[in-house]
């Protein structure tokens, strides 16, 4: 493959003793770079270039398609036009410039890493260098009399900046104009326009699907929550219910191993995705799954063959008894906090050095205070939902009559630690706004999936470790309500218990009135409120609490106060804050509200993507000494049936992620706590 000009050989070799020399003393140099300063290590990714891997096909434009700088921003569109060359006739050449300019970009976006060294010598060795399988030729590069084109004080990849801008421009003379008037790229504007309209997972009755739930690593480094989907017509990278890339089967070409990281791979396809999964065992069901739906061959064969014996080992101990995880496998090494049935420790697993937190609860507890169905609900939840914003569970069992929930561990602690650390207990409208939107996304989500979360709060909003939510504690929410505002018909069904923490409770709860979705945006507005005044707005005043709340009479700080309101956000929340759950705000108003669009200038896809910094840095929250005394087991303690015990029990090692099914059953509102005075705990009214 490639164009060859024998006569333009001797210039190409002569460009390569160029640029070999500052290739070979790019590694020393680099090292000292990464013990600089970030903003001098990390070079400026050249203007109006590049692969940007987190776009999503939402609704794509024409008008902003028609430079092909445009293009090779938006992956599926480029991978639409990688399809569209290979299909021309005689496209050896153009084939080979289109794969150079895909590999060029990632190393111009990479500069400053460690491994941009090797990634530039592969390049040029691959498509510069004369003799080799895609060799493109000076032809096509008149760059290439690098000895005057660049210094020794440029650094290495700015040669190579000058070869991808003229591949760019060669494809868009040779193919580009053809691909914006072809029936694939009409095509494409018209699947990408129904997708915008729905930006949900589009599921395929009649096909197979296998997905996972994973870490994503992007080309920065940073860590996202991730769903990978298999399917034999193609595979889907999502974040929640967003597709933020996917490609058909023929475009999906191996799924690469890492050699000594066991828990790592690669997914191949026009680009290399870095995927970490939980353990051995976890990567290995990923492989499998990924050649049992015919996408590609797991590589280095090698290693192959070793997993698959290990999964046939796995394969044969599950038949005979489930490698479920123990609290022997944990080493506890503190307690971060407890509530009225639960303690969550800080645990270390002793094979794998990860650390997470650890939910145990007594079951005798649970019984006693019949909260086993509650629990049940939380763990389903959590073990088939996944988003940025909400925290993961990695495992659940049962052991010493204990019921153990492994999760995410978030060393900031909670948002309620952070508010009275800091001067008045509140922050910045600018900072208040950012934490409510993250959980204005966290929320959404479970809506879209018809769960009600129904004890929203700064107790059970954790920092993690890069400042950045995690909305917890699904221990009162409520599945399958599918009504917004609490009416119900045939194809709505809402929520009747009196639950949640009496600041944060909506009036058509504390009116005892069916309700639905909608009293989680009241809860919103209570918490938007409370970060930027510092109390909630119903706290200190004469009467009751609940008074206040049904009269909905919320008081904004006068003018001149220490309290800085902005009209913008008091009008925000005296949106969420309305009383009439039909007029109330929702995930719409309030991504389009004034707050959002004017003053904050919020970009919601780069929130949820992480991009955004956030505004608090945390600290390590402190733990308390982890405890001294075993847990003891009586014998006439209460257990769970044993058919019971075995739906509480998740495995990441073992177990796929399913997507989540709401399943609409007939309300039974007999079958929920309606007394007060039965929610021991729950509903605390002094």
């Not at 496209?91 to 590999?103: D, T």
């Not at 096509?140 to 084109?149: N, S």
């Not at 069904?493 to 009293?519: C, D, H, I, N, W």
Request: aromatic content about 8%; some cysteine; glycine content about 6%.
């Amino acid at each position: 493959m490639g164009v060859q000009r024998e006569n333009f050989g001797a210039m190409a070799y002569n460009a390569w003793s160029t640029i070999k020399e500052p290739i070979s003393s790019a590694k020393a140099n680099l090292a000292d770079a990464i013990d600089g300063p970030e903003d001098q290590r990390r070079r400026t990714r050249p203007s109006g270039t590049g692969y940007n891997l987190q776009a999503a096909p939402s609704g794509l434009n024409r008008q902003e398609l028609l430079s092909i700088d445009k293009v090779m921003t938006q992956p599926v569109v480029m991978s639409c036009f990688g399809r569209f060359i290979s299909n021309k006739e005689n496209s050896a050449a153009g084939q080979a410039i289109f794969y150079f300019c895909v590999e060029a970009d990632t190393c111009l976006h990479n500069s400053g890493s460690t491994g941009e060294a090797t990634m530039l010598h592969n390049i040029l060795k691959a498509y510069v260098i004369p003799g080799a399988q895609d060799y493109i030729g000076a032809e096509i590069f008149p760059l290439l009399e690098l000895a005057a084109a660049s210094t020794r004080e440029d650094p290495p990849t700015s040669m190579l900046k000058g070869l991808f801008e003229a591949a760019l421009k060669w494809l868009e003379q040779h193919y580009f104009e053809d691909f914006l008037e072809s029936t694939e790229f009409e095509d494409l504007l018209t699947k990408t326009e129904d997708m915008s309209r729905k930006d949900r997972h589009p599921a395929v009755a009649s096909e197979r699907c296998v997905s996972f739930s994973l870490i994503k690593v992007n080309e920065r480094g940073r860590k996202q929550n991730r769903i990978l989907s298999f399917r034999p017509s193609g595979m889907e990278n999502l974040r929640g219910d967003s597709v933020r890339f996917s490609y058909k089967a023929a475009d999906v070409e191996s799924l690469i191993l890492h050699p000594t990281d066991k828990t790592s791979f690669k997914l191949a396809c026009l680009h290399y995705y870095d995927y970490e999964c939980e353990s051995e065992t976890h990567r290995a069901q990923v492989a499998s799954a990924f050649e049992s739906m015919g996408l590609g061959r797991v590589k280095p064969r090698a290693l192959q063959m070793g997993m698959e014996q290990g999964m046939a080992e796995a394969t044969e101990q599950k038949a005979v008894a489930a490698p479920m995880p123990k609290l022997s496998d944990y080493e506890v090494l503190g307690v971060a906090g407890k509530g009225a049935y639960a303690e969550v420790r800080r645990v270390k697993h002793r094979n794998s050095g990860r650390v997470y937190a650890m939910k145990v609860m007594k079951i005798p507890h649970l019984i006693q205070r019949k909260q086993v169905e509650r629990v049940m609900a939380e763990k389903k939840i959590l073990a088939t939902l996944s988003h940025p914003f909400l925290v993961r569970l990695h495992s659940c069992f049962i052991d010493s009559n204990r019921l153990c929930m492994c999760l995410d561990l978030a060393e900031g602690g909670d948002l309620f630690q952070h508010l009275h650390r800091t001067q008045a207990a509140r922050l910045s409208p600018a900072a208040a706004g950012f934490y409510c939107a993250e959980m204005v996304c966290a929320l959404e989500y479970l809506h879209n999936h018809q769960v009600v979360h129904r004890d929203l709060k700064p107790e059970n909003i954790l920092l993690a470790k890069d400042g950045h939510l995690l909305l917890t504690d699904f221990g009162l929410s409520k599945m399958d309500v599918t009504s917004d505002a609490g009416r119900e018909s045939q194809d709505s069904q809402a929520a009747f218990s009196m639950v949640g923490t009496k600041e944060y409770v909506a009036p058509e709860v504390v009116l005892r009135k069916a309700y639905g979705k909608a009293v989680d945006w009241w809860a919103v507005g209570i918490l938007l409120y409370e970060l930027i005044v510092g109390q909630t707005p119903f706290e200190g005043r004469g009467g009751h609490i609940f008074d206040h709340i049904v009269a909905g009479e919320v008081h904004r700080p006068r003018p001149g106060s220490r309290v800085a309101m902005p009209d913008s956000a008091w009008l925000l929340i005296r949106g969420l804050l309305h009383v009439d759950p039909e007029q109330r705000f929702g995930a719409h108003d309030i991504r389009e509200h004034a707050f959002y669009t004017e003053v904050l200038k919020l970009d919601w896809d780069a929130l949820e993507e992480k991009d955004l910094p956030p505004p608090l840095r945390p600290k390590p929250a402190p733990m308390r000494p982890k405890p001294n005394q075993k847990d003891s087991i009586v014998a006439s303690e209460p257990t769970l049936d044993p058919a019971i015990a075995a739906q509480f029990e998740l495995n990441r090692d073992l177990d796929m992620v399913v997507p989540f099914q709401a399943t609409l059953a007939p309300a039974n509102p007999l079958g929920e706590i309606n007394s007060v005075d039965s929610m021991d705990g729950m509903f605390n009214y002094m």
